[in-house]
């Protein structure tokens, strides 16, 4: 079975820093996503990358950035962390769209 | 765009029961169609894939069908047990996937 791991289940980070999400998956699946949940407003894609080194914006970007200088790793970053990116975030990857997705098991982030 | 609707938003049931989650799209040229469960706090876990050309997938106690002329999809599930509680979403791809907001199974002792 396919694997997509994040690095990190709970993070709490302070307003202003840095934060990298990182997320890496087993099976060389060509696309690779980024999701926050947030009660209420359900599952919004924030970036999605379809090759190394490719990134597209999803629906809400701004504020995030990406890297994928790897197949196998993906990479959400927050170059300001703000009190409203405290979320859960979730990364997936697929083959193809054919195939399905397959989902990580999530980062909890709070931004104090 | 692809817009994906989900109803009920929220179903409590005994457990034993027969039960039927829907799913609606307004785009049919969807690759597939997915259902995943999510746990409180967890990530997304897929429990079945329909391929367009398909029209239903099974697995256990849990079927899914798909009507792309009609645009719906439903997620069967026999025989409910008090595990079976969760938020259930749908997802239906076009060029990226599209949710809906999820039903909120709880399945009664």
């Known amino acids: 079975d396919v694997k997509v791991t994040q690095s990190s289940r709970y993070l709490v980070k302070r307003t202003g820093e840095k934060v990298f999400l990182e997320c890496v998956q087993d099976m060389d699946h060509e696309n690779m996503f980024w999701y926050r949940q947030d009660p209420g407003l359900g599952l919004r894609l924030i970036y999605f990358?379809?090759?190394?080194?490719?990134?597209e914006k999803g629906d809400i970007p701004e504020g995030y950035s990406v890297s994928r200088e790897k197949k196998e790793r993906f990479s959400l970053i927050l170059e300001s962390a703000s009190t409203n990116q405290t979320s859960m975030y979730l990364c997936a990857s697929s083959l193809q769209e054919l195939f399905g997705y397959t989902f990580g098991s999530g980062t909890r982030l709070t931004v104090v | 765009k692809q817009e994906v609707t989900q109803i009920p938003a929220a179903l409590s049931v005994p457990e034993g029961e027969n039960l039927v989650l829907n799913c609606s799209f307004t785009?049919?040229?969807?690759?597939?169609l997915q259902w995943f469960r999510q746990d409180p706090g967890k990530g997304l876990t897929s429990l079945l894939l329909?391929?367009?050309?398909?029209r239903e997938q099974t697995s256990g106690r849990l079927n899914a069908s798909l009507d792309k002329s009609s645009g719906r999809s439903t997620l069967y599930i026999a025989a409910s047990q008090p595990g079976d509680s969760a938020t259930y979403l749908c997802?239906?791809?076009?060029?990226?996937?599209?949710f809906g907001s999820g039903t909120q199974l709880t399945v009664l002792p």
């Open positions: 329909i391929q367009s050309s398909q």
């Open positions: 997802a239906a791809p076009t060029r990226q996937l599209t």
């Open positions: 785009d049919s040229a969807i690759y597939n």
């Open positions: 990358s379809y090759d190394v080194k490719m990134k």
